[in-house]
Nanobody, 117 residues
Framework: QVQLVESGGGLVQAGGSLRLSCAASGSIISINAMGWYRQAPGSQRELVATFTRGGSTNYADSLKGRFTISRDNTKNTVYLQMNSLKPEDTAVYYC???????????WGQGTQVTVSS
């Protein structure tokens, strides 16, 4: 089992920045990939950015250049730095972990990000 705890969401004005954190615990060694998704009201959950165990990153094309994913392996934590935020970035952001070579998927509880215009 893997537990994911997110933090760092909140309300920010357009053009501002936020950094989200996701701390993983439990069966860390089983994690193959970890990252962020988001879900806006009335929309499907979508990829934001992910890390593979080997360190490769994958970003949603529309977010490249504004969002940066990073990690601290000593803390089992993944971060999402979000800059130049836009109202359309408003969503619940979920931490995601893929474990046991894809056979298990874990989600955090989600953290709300609201960008005001």
């Amino acid at each position: 089992q893997v537990q994911l705890v997110e933090s760092g969401g909140g309300l920010v004005q357009a053009g501002g920045s936020l950094r989200l954190s996701c701390a993983a615990s439990g069966s860390i060694i089983s994690i193959n990939a970890m990252g962020w998704y988001r879900q806006a009201p009335g929309s499907q959950r979508e990829l934001v950015a992910t890390f593979t165990r080997g360190g490769s990153t994958n970003y949603a094309d529309s977010l490249k250049g504004r969002f940066t994913i990073s990690r601290d392996n000593t803390k089992n934590t993944v971060y999402l730095q979000m800059n130049s935020l836009k109202p359309e970035d408003t969503a619940v952001y979920y931490c995601n972990a893929v474990a046991d070579w894809g056979s298990k998927i874990y989600w955090g509880q989600g953290t709300q990000v609201t960008v005001s215009s």
